[in-house]
């Protein structure tokens, strides 16, 4: 079975989405890895996990991202699509499959539809959310941008090994395992794995061809200028 990645992917395309809307609204020039990486941010928590920190509780808490959410848009107004991204994770993606702990410390109490995950409707939403990710990346003329830009796209490389790291660290989760017993869980998730297979490889290419394309630059230069300078005699 593949690594777990389930919700991981729907995170990650639906902060692009989130972000590209607000981005758009306001005329902004959408940082597509920043995007991609406000997307699972609260996620990182499971990096933690070895210090104490339990998944899907402090860094899934309205009460503490409020005062650093308002710093960031007040400090830096540019910030709001990757507030938008970070927020959607908690009040779309996790509300929709699962309960979230929104007032923590405050409150134990977790609210949430509770869709499932994996489940048909997590697919459904992560699968369709990459879909739409794509199309729009495609029509907005995003993924044209990436092929032709150096840094911006090498950064991709973070959202990228994010979602692997998180997706390693979070198989075999107990609350996981307990739902990939049954025989639909393990299609959906393998459904999903693939979806993030899918988008993992796409953001591998295209940061690959910017290393490259960087990494040709300086010898374009030189047969340039060499071109270019007068003959002598």
């Given amino acids: 079975m593949f690594p777990s990645r389930v919700y991981l992917l729907g995170h990650m395309a639906m902060g692009y989405l989130f972000a590209w809307l607000v981005a758009k609204r306001r005329g902004q020039r959408l940082v597509i890895w920043a995007a991609l990486t406000a997307g699972i941010l609260p996620d990182y928590d499971m990096l933690f996990s070895a210090l104490g920190l339990a998944h899907h509780t402090y860094t899934h808490s309205l009460v503490l991202w409020a005062p650093v959410m308002v710093a960031l848009v007040y400090w830096r107004r540019g910030s709001l699509p990757y507030v938008v991204a970070v927020l959607q994770h908690i009040l779309v993606g996790d509300l929709l499959v699962g309960r979230v702990p929104l007032f923590l410390p405050l409150s134990r109490v977790s609210v949430g539809l509770n869709l499932g995950m994996p489940s048909a409707a997590d697919a459904i939403l ?11 990346m495609w029509r907005s003329g995003d993924l044209k941008r990436l092929l032709h830009e150096g840094r911006d796209t090498l950064l991709l490389g973070i959202p990228l090994v994010s979602m692997v790291a998180l997706a390693l ?39 690959l061809g910017a290393l490259l394309a960087i990494l040709r630059r300086p010898s374009r230069s030189i047969h340039r200028e060499t071109s270019e300078s007068p003959k002598q005699g």
């Fill in 126 to 136: 992560e699968s369709g959310s990459l879909l739409l990710a794509i199309l729009v």
């Fill in 169 to 207: 660290l979070w198989r075999g989760t107990p609350e996981l395992e307990g739902q990939v017993a049954y025989g639909f869980a393990r299609l959906a998730e393998s459904l999903v794995s693939l979806g993030s297979i899918v988008l993992e490889g796409l953001i591998l290419v295209l940061v």
